[in-house]
């Protein structure tokens, strides 16, 4: 599987693809940052937004898109650019037939750190050892993105056969003979 991982913001907008199955090795495949000038309309912004991530699909083909999730911070203006970004993410992957899933950042520090509370050095010491890199990718976003997209990939899958599991005993149950 090979998942991009989206860290939404307006103004850095982490991008990194990772490919691998739960259980074996990772590996990176891309990461870098999408960048839009603070002084530049927002319209303007979330062109450059599309435009980037359009670029990583085209070049990456993932097979999935993991954005996280926006939290309601204190700044309502934070949170508004975040959710504008991430919408532009989830709208690029749905254009192209991808299943989109939102993670929340305590989801993603769990899986890849093993606690909830990591502060970002922690994730990128972690997103570092992971995909056996040389150093954490820089900046922060880029980090996050790959982290995104390794608790994905974890995530994903167990998520999946849950599914199948659940989809799998209902089609059982419907074809029981009633009592």
């Known amino acids: 599987m090979r998942v991009l991982g989206v860290d939404p913001g307006l103004t850095r907008c982490g991008v990194g693809v990772v490919a691998g199955t739960a259980g ?21 912004r ?3 937004i599309e435009r980037g991530l359009e670029e990583w699909l085209d070049e990456h083909r993932p097979d999935a898109v993991a ?11 934070t949170v508004m650019g975040t959710a504008q970004a991430s919408a532009v993410a989830i709208l690029c992957a749905a254009r192209r037939g ?15 750190t093993g606690s909830g ?7 990128g010491q972690m997103v570092t050892r992971l995909l056996r890199l040389d150093a954490p990718p820089k900046p922060a976003d880029a980090a996050d993105a790959l982290a995104l ?12 056969r849950l599914q199948q599991a659940v989809a ?11 009592r």
């Open 67 to 77: 954005v996280e999730r926006v939290f309601s911070q204190h700044n309502v203006r």
């Open 149 to 160: 997209a390794i608790c994905h990939i974890w995530r994903g899958a167990a998520a999946g």
């Open 117 to 123: 509370r990591a502060d970002k050095a922690q994730v």
């Open 98 to 112: 991808l299943p989109v899933h939102l993670h929340t950042p305590s989801e993603v520090k769990a899986a890849v």
């Open 24 to 44: 074996r090795p990772l590996t990176m495949a891309g990461v870098g940052v999408i960048r839009t000038p603070a002084d530049a309309p927002i319209g303007d």
């Open 46 to 48: 979330l062109v450059l």
């Open 168 to 178: 799998q005993h209902r089609a059982v149950r419907t074809q029981e003979p009633a």
